[in-house]
């Protein structure tokens, strides 16, 4: 559980970093020295996983699923620090609407389309939305970090998007399980004697 905590521990600082750690090349070396440190802890909380579950099936596939949520809570994390920021500091301009760009959806099941928007005196911005409401030109109001940290944004409004505290939530969720089957592992991984051999010995 310790490995855990410090895994954990090692995704907040990388999302820190990447968000609003400091500038230039300071940025990234914090940035490297997390996720070196993220994936030294996962690889030995994985390596004990692994060995508590010894041959047994039932235990190498709690561990195998429990790693690939820590991979998924890696980018959840990221995701929440980045939009609670948005939220915390971000200020609504009305944006003008320059370009529109169809593009595949990240599980290659649809098209969504990519609007590109120019902010008089914030640079411009990417929104993606699933439908193609908005138009060429169109004036849209739009939540932005207006100290240029992030060039993400949204729609004022956008009820489809994922909520700060929604994402915390699934954030917590996948920490839960990777917990949880942390302690299934430990609890049934005890190795079972020998065939034939007394477990009185």
Same mark, same amino acid.
């Given at each position: 559980?310790? *490995? ?21 090349? #300071? ?24 060995? &508590? ?13 429990? &790693?690939?949520?820590? *991979? ?10 980045s939009?609670? *920021? ?21 599980n ?29 030109? #169109? ?5 932005h ?11 004022v ?7 700060? #505290? ?9 920490l ?26």
């Amino acid at each position: 559980m310790v *490995l855990l905590a410090l895994f954990a521990a090692a995704v907040f600082g990388m999302s820190w970093a990447i968000a609003d750690g400091p500038d230039g090349i #300071q940025r990234w070396a914090l940035i490297l020295v997390f996720i070196v440190a993220g994936l030294v802890v996962m690889g030995l909380w994985m390596a004990l996983l692994l060995a &508590g579950a010894g041959a047994r099936t039932v235990g190498l596939g709690i561990a195998v699923v429990a &790693g690939v949520v820590a *991979l998924i809570f890696a980018g959840t994390v990221p995701a929440w620090y980045s939009e609670r *920021l948005l939220h915390e500091r971000g200020r609504v301009a009305t944006c003008r609407v320059v370009a529109i760009t169809e593009v595949e959806t990240m599980n290659g099941s649809g098209t969504a389309y990519r609007y590109r928007l120019a902010c008089d005196g914030s640079g411009t911005f990417w929104v993606t939305r699933s439908d193609r409401t908005l138009r060429v030109n #169109q004036g849209v109001p739009v939540r932005h970090d207006p100290e240029g940290r992030s060039d993400e944004a949204e729609l004022v409004g956008d009820t489809a998007r994922m909520k700060p #505290q929604d994402i915390a939530w699934t954030a917590g969720a996948e920490l839960g399980l990777m917990a949880l089957a942390s302690l299934v592992v430990i609890a049934t991984g005890r190795p079972e004697p020998p065939e034939g051999t007394d477990p009185a010995d």
